[in-house]
């Protein structure tokens, strides 16, 4: 189980309780909420404003030439992506264990390590991956 002790030093976590001028040891139901609502404020203002700024670099024109782009338009900032990576390393190092993903054993097959693929996957970059690019040898495109 995480505490709140474990999230110091996590970037996003500290502008969280920053944020919203929470200092105890107990997390309240209201305070845990509106944590949450600024993270999910900062994190899709974030995307907003860099895709924003992603396009506007680009001089796309038309559907055709953004689809046409060898990198993705929408992503993070890379500000955001490394504070992302930061506590995506900190939930996979203390939410796996020897039973499978945060304790959680699914009666289906590989469902540990599709979890693990996707919380520990790394980050697509925004300059220089392509939609459209070579796929792995599963078929589909490396993240």
Same mark, same amino acid.
């Given at each position: 189980?995480?505490?709140?002790?474990? *999230?110091?030093?996590? !970037?996003?976590?500290?502008?969280?309780?920053?944020?919203?001028?929470?200092?105890?040891?107990? *997390?309240?139901? +209201?305070?845990?909420?509106?944590?949450?609502?600024?993270?999910?404020?900062?994190?899709?203002?974030? +995307?907003?404003?860099?895709?924003?700024?992603? +396009?506007?670099?680009?001089?796309?024109?038309? %559907?055709?030439?953004?689809?046409? +782009?060898?990198?993705?338009? %929408?992503?993070?900032?890379?500000?955001?992506? #490394?504070?992302?990576?930061?506590?995506?390393?900190?939930?996979?190092?203390?939410?796996?264990?020897?039973?499978?993903?945060?304790?959680? &054993?699914? &009666?289906? #097959?590989?469902?540990?390590?599709?979890?693990?693929?996707?919380?520990?996957? #790394?980050?697509?970059?925004? &300059?220089? !991956?392509?939609?459209?690019?070579?796929?792995?040898?599963?078929?589909?495109?490396? *993240?």
């Amino acid at each position: 189980m995480i505490n709140t002790n474990m *999230l110091e030093g996590i !970037t996003l976590w500290e502008i969280l309780v920053e944020s919203i001028g929470w200092h105890g040891q107990i *997390l309240d139901d +209201l305070s845990r909420h509106r944590m949450i609502r600024n993270l999910i404020d900062m994190e899709v203002s974030d +995307l907003i404003h860099a895709t924003d700024k992603n +396009l506007r670099d680009s001089g796309v024109r038309s %559907v055709l030439e953004l689809q046409s +782009l060898p990198y993705n338009v %929408v992503c993070f900032s890379e500000e955001m992506t #490394s504070r992302n990576r930061q506590l995506k390393d900190f939930l996979y190092t203390n939410c796996t264990d020897t039973t499978g993903w945060c304790g959680w &054993r699914s &009666r289906q #097959s590989g469902s540990s390590a599709i979890c693990s693929e996707l919380m520990y996957s #790394s980050q697509p970059s925004c &300059r220089t !991956t392509s939609r459209n690019g070579p796929r792995n040898a599963a078929g589909t495109h490396d *993240l």
